[in-house]
């Protein structure tokens, strides 16, 4: 029989279906002892000390990193495993070409055998959780069974978690299931399975980010995805960021890139010293859930309330306000350290890597010293331009959504869509090149509709008409637009600085939402003219911005055969006004 701490809430007052889970996974598992979060800054600090004792954490220089640590993790173990990574419906079609499938009833026999006794000898963490904040009628309540102290406090800093989750859940009588276990760590005996009809998540194998912190991807996106297509609303892998203009109006802004293309830096943008009079408001960086509001606009609030974000390439002049955010109360993962106990990874302009991230002495014919998917997890609230709104339960209203993915060529700087159904197309037609933050190989261009290939938890075809059906719902839709922030020359070199300068794209849209900017039709949709960007101190040539703005049709036939080749996967399922819009930008284009 485990020992357990004590409840964070009387025992009358908790859902039974919570304790009876707990009871049957401790069950199965056999742990020495359960511990229930309470979600409170003693604990958490309890938590990081155990670890640091045991030597599974480190702690940093804290002079200059306070109450900073430093995780390894399994050299094997530092990226989401997306073959790995399953939807489990009853029906394969449900799951759809985008998704690994496998029948529930085989995929819960298969981990029941892994997770049985997995338990032994270590403690069973239950993290109740709330995605929102936790008095918005738009959040919804889990809770993470996990044995992995690590896992715990990155779940106590990426959510609302502890005792007012679990009152919520028992006012609620609803709740996903999240169970995970290490296991061995062991790759071939890994899994990440989501059974989307039970709202339940079983991980096993691995302690990394995504596959782990099971509030994050496997709740927040891939089930929340199909919660949110049976109830009206959107769960997406989009920033949120507020921009004030210089008259002192705030628009919201949703933005979807895939993984490490930089959200964070976008959500944390700073204005440059050329365009005085912006502020920026960080409202989330990863995940965003968009509800139609009663006003007919559309409502978003990230779910999360830390970041998970990329470390290398942070610095002081591609965001300072990450750089100072992470300089305290931040847990590290896998990056290299120096001589005095500082983090350290590439992309800094100082300091000197004396250890790599595995631990070893630092040695740059072995690779780079800090994992190139190396992390910060960090609360929301040390951002110094996090927005005042981030708990306000209604949200905040979306002006413009933007789709985005790295390539180095085809897609120009911006263009907006014609309308939301041809926004759609837009977005299910992103493409960009893989990274590090998925096991495999980096640098390839794939298809990411709406930078959720990784993430929607069912069949893309479905997931189009319901964002279809979602546009028709919403009498004040926002617009939508394209961007590339990393097209490049014939050298290999990026033709526009980002970072700072994609304020003055932002400031486009956000005319464009106005009425008052100029654009013109490009046929894949509207493009602006040098004239119509605010370019006043910008440092690019009139050349380089001139390739930025420019459609190669040829180029843009083939990506359009290419993008028709790609949605005719979904078959039946492909919502025929799609394959219209299609048709249209091909005629546009003289096809
Ligand atoms: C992330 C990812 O960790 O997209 O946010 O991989
Ligand atoms: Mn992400």
Redesign the pocket.
Known sequence: MATASPLPIPMSQLSRAVTDWVDAVAQLTQPESVHWCEGTRAEREALTSALVREGQLLKLDPKTYPDCHLYRSDPADV??VEHLTYICTRSKDDAGPNNNWMEPQAAHAKMRELFRGCMRGRTLYVIPYCMGPVDSPLARCGVEITDSAYVAINMLIMTRAGREALERIAREDTFVRGLHSTGELDPNRRFIMHFPEELSIESYGSGY??NALLG??CHALRVASWQARAEGWLAE?MLIVGLRDPRGATHYVAAAF???CG?TNLAMLIPPDTLPGWEVFTVGD?IAWLHPGADGRLWAINPEAGY???VPGTNPQTNRNAYEMIRRDTLFTNVALTADHHPWWEGLPDGRPVTDWQGRPFDPARGPAAHP?S?FTVAATRNPACSPLIDDPRGVPISAIIFGGRRREVAPLVYEARDWAHGVLVGASVASETTA??VGQVGVVRRDPMAMQ??CGYNFGDYWRHWLAVGARLSRPPRIFHVNWFRRDAEGKFLWPGFGENLRVLAWMLERCAGTAGAIDAGIGLLPRAEDLDTRGLKVEPQALATLLSVDAPLWRKEVSEVRAYLEQYGARLPQQMLAELSRTAAALGD
Do not use: E, L, M, Q
């Open positions: 990226a989401r980010g995504g994050k991807k892998h895939p993984s490490a959200k990863d998970f974000g990329v998917n992390r933050a998925a990784p993430f």
